[in-house]
């Protein structure tokens, strides 16, 4: 399975994650949330209907008879009730409907009990399907033969000169609008929910993307990291092994050819010393294994030091080495020898890369709260394009030239390398054939 076909399993995998996560989420929170408008709503309208008895509760009792027969003066009370066992033929006036409550006649009904159970009068739109006899229960739901729910409360009623209950009140409502508005968000759930799902779905494949890209991008470096370093190490081992086999075909007595072939063994082994090496502090950076508290580092001493160190070599290439340090001490916190590792990468390259007859200036300046080391030469330059990847690792701008000068293309690398752990800034500023400045901001 190739690199690619493993990353898009992942991504794939990761998607559904996402999606399957979100989904969960999203229906958990759906649900709840209609069962919470659902319950809202329930209760809203069994309040709406409770307020209703308690408003004739207080107007009627007082006018409730104590005899068994009250048909006359339940018509007066209630003048749009059909009083049982006669013809209904109430015909309200508005200001009648009024006094009794209820102004919405057709979702509302109304219903007279007396102690024993017996049905005494009722609204003209009540369901047909209701039996005269009373259920006591307080809230009672039922559903018609037309499929139509209904809802009703029962309350007790007092007469005023007696103690004992007079009968019974019962007030219901049809439940087609609430069942309507059920219906309608429970459409919109069943529709919206999927929506909400594909939605999730594509940017949970967009996301994981996203999450996946920098991944992708490390394995791929890595990939080409470890081409690199095998493709350096093969080279000066194919010419240890050539070497070596040369030594051994020619005769002992030649002791001047072996000798200058054992010069070249040891040139190849170090080289792959310090390509190791540098290998090893690259990894030691990026895990930071063995790191060290950072300690305070003297600016002025470190450039003075690399500049003293690397002034033969520069001397020796006919390039004018020149230092410039401010008067006071610049410190900062950091690892000296990283630090001191790094800067001498920078110098190392611009003498490698400056003419001879060229010059090379490092320079210390102390800002208000960062330092700034800047190494600036006379040499080849960069080109722009060149300018983004002079520090990735194996990287040679001039790959013939930097063979020839024995450099491994882990210099810059490494200076990046140590400049991030420090939180520190590492520019580059070049113009091909003017030179390039280097610069350095260290907190």
Same mark, same amino acid.
């Given at each position: 399975?190739?690199?690619?076909?493993?990353? +898009?399993?992942?991504?794939?995998?990761?998607a559904?994650?996402?999606?399957?996560?979100?989904?969960?989420?999203?229906?958990?929170?759906?649900?709840? #949330?209609?069962?919470?408008?659902?319950q809202?709503?329930?209760? %809203? #309208?069994?309040?709406?209907?409770?307020s *209703?008895?308690?408003?004739?509760?207080?107007s009627?009792?007082?006018?409730l008879?104590?005899?068994?027969?009250?048909?006359?003066?339940?018509?007066?009370?209630?003048?749009?009730?059909?009083?049982? /066992? =006669?013809p209904?033929?109430?015909?309200?006036?508005?200001?009648q409907r009024?006094?009794?409550? *209820?102004?919405?006649?057709?979702?509302?009904?109304?219903?007279?009990?007396?102690?024993?159970?017996?049905?005494?009068a009722?609204?003209?739109?009540?369901?047909?399907?209701?039996?005269?006899?009373?259920?006591?229960?307080?809230?009672?739901?039922?559903?018609?033969?037309? %499929?139509? +729910?209904?809802?009703?409360?029962?309350?007790?009623?007092?007469?005023?000169?007696?103690d004992?209950?007079?009968?019974?009140?019962?007030?219901?409502?049809?439940?087609e609008?609430?069942?309507g508005?059920?219906?309608?968000?429970?459409?919109?759930?069943?529709?919206g929910?999927?929506?909400?799902?594909?939605l999730?779905?594509?940017?949970?494949?967009?996301?994981?993307?996203?999450?996946?890209?920098?991944?992708?991008?490390?394995?791929? =470096?890595q990939?080409?990291?470890?081409?690199?370093?095998?493709?350096?190490?093969r080279?000066?081992?194919?010419?240890?092994?050539?070497?070596?086999?040369?030594?051994?075909r020619i005769?002992?007595?030649n002791?001047?050819?072996?000798?200058?072939?054992?010069?070249?063994?040891?040139?190849?082994?170090?080289r792959?010393?310090?390509? @190791?090496a540098?290998?090893?502090l690259?990894?030691?950076?990026? =895990?930071?294994?063995?790191?060290?508290?950072f =300690?305070?580092?003297c600016?002025?001493?470190?450039?003075?030091?690399?500049?003293?160190?690397?002034?033969?070599l520069?001397?020796?290439?006919? @390039?004018?080495?020149?230092?410039?340090?401010p008067?006071?001490?610049?410190?900062?916190?950091?690892?000296?020898s990283?630090?001191y590792?790094?800067?001498?990468?920078? @110098?190392?390259?611009?003498?490698?890369?400056?003419? +001879? /007859?060229?010059?090379?200036?490092?320079?210390?300046?102390k800002?208000?709260y960062?330092?700034? @080391?800047?190494?600036?030469?006379t040499?080849? %330059? *960069?080109?722009?394009?060149?300018?983004?990847?002079i520090?990735?690792?194996?990287?040679?701008?001039?790959?013939? +030239?930097?063979?020839?000068?024995g450099g491994t293309?882990?210099?810059?690398?490494?200076?990046?390398?140590i400049?991030?752990?420090?939180?520190?800034?590492?520019?580059v500023?070049?113009?091909?054939?003017? /030179?390039?400045?280097?610069?350095?901001?260290?907190?």
């Amino acid at each position: 399975m190739n690199s690619y076909s493993l990353f +898009r399993r992942s991504r794939l995998r990761l998607a559904l994650w996402y999606a399957g996560v979100m989904g969960v989420i999203l229906s958990v929170s759906g649900l709840g #949330m209609y069962r919470a408008m659902v319950q809202t709503k329930w209760a %809203g #309208m069994e309040r709406e209907i409770e307020s *209703i008895p308690g408003t004739l509760h207080d107007s009627v009792e007082p006018l409730l008879p104590p005899s068994e027969e009250p048909t006359a003066v339940l018509q007066q009370i209630f003048p749009d009730l059909c009083v049982s /066992g =006669q013809p209904c033929k109430a015909t309200p006036t508005l200001i009648q409907r009024h006094t009794i409550g *209820i102004s919405d006649r057709t979702t509302y009904y109304i219903r007279l009990f007396n102690h024993q159970g017996k049905l005494l009068a009722f609204s003209p739109n009540q369901p047909l399907s209701l039996p005269p006899t009373l259920n006591r229960n307080s809230w009672q739901t039922f559903r018609t033969a037309k %499929g139509i +729910r209904y809802h009703q409360f029962t309350t007790i009623l007092h007469s005023a000169n007696a103690d004992s209950s007079w009968g019974y009140l019962q007030i219901g409502r049809t439940l087609e609008h609430f069942d309507g508005e059920i219906r309608r968000i429970r459409w919109i759930m069943a529709i919206g929910l999927p929506i909400a799902l594909s939605l999730v779905a594509t940017s949970s494949w967009w996301l994981s993307g996203l999450a996946m890209q920098p991944i992708y991008q490390s394995y791929q =470096q890595q990939q080409q990291f470890t081409a690199n370093a095998a493709h350096e190490l093969r080279s000066p081992l194919a010419s240890l092994l050539a070497t070596v086999e040369a030594i051994l075909r020619i005769p002992q007595s030649n002791q001047q050819d072996i000798q200058i072939m054992l010069h070249t063994v040891e040139r190849q082994g170090r080289r792959l010393s310090h390509l @190791i090496a540098d290998l090893l502090l690259l990894t030691s950076l990026e =895990q930071n294994s063995g790191a060290k508290p950072f =300690q305070p580092c003297c600016l002025n001493d470190l450039v003075s030091d690399l500049t003293e160190e690397f002034l033969e070599l520069a001397t020796a290439a006919d @390039i004018n080495l020149t230092c410039q340090i401010p008067p006071c001490e610049v410190y900062t916190l950091g690892n000296e020898s990283q630090l001191y590792r790094l800067v001498s990468n920078l @110098i190392a390259n611009a003498i490698q890369y400056t003419p +001879r /007859g060229g010059y090379v200036t490092v320079s210390l300046v102390k800002g208000d709260y960062t330092a700034v @080391i800047a190494v600036k030469d006379t040499g080849i %330059g *960069i080109v722009p394009a060149d300018q983004k990847r002079i520090f990735d690792r194996f990287y040679r701008v001039d790959g013939d +030239r930097s063979r020839k000068t024995g450099g491994t293309g882990l210099g810059l690398a490494i200076a990046m390398a140590i400049a991030q752990k420090h939180q520190a800034s590492l520019k580059v500023e070049s113009q091909v054939g003017k /030179g390039s400045i280097f610069t350095l901001e260290v907190l």
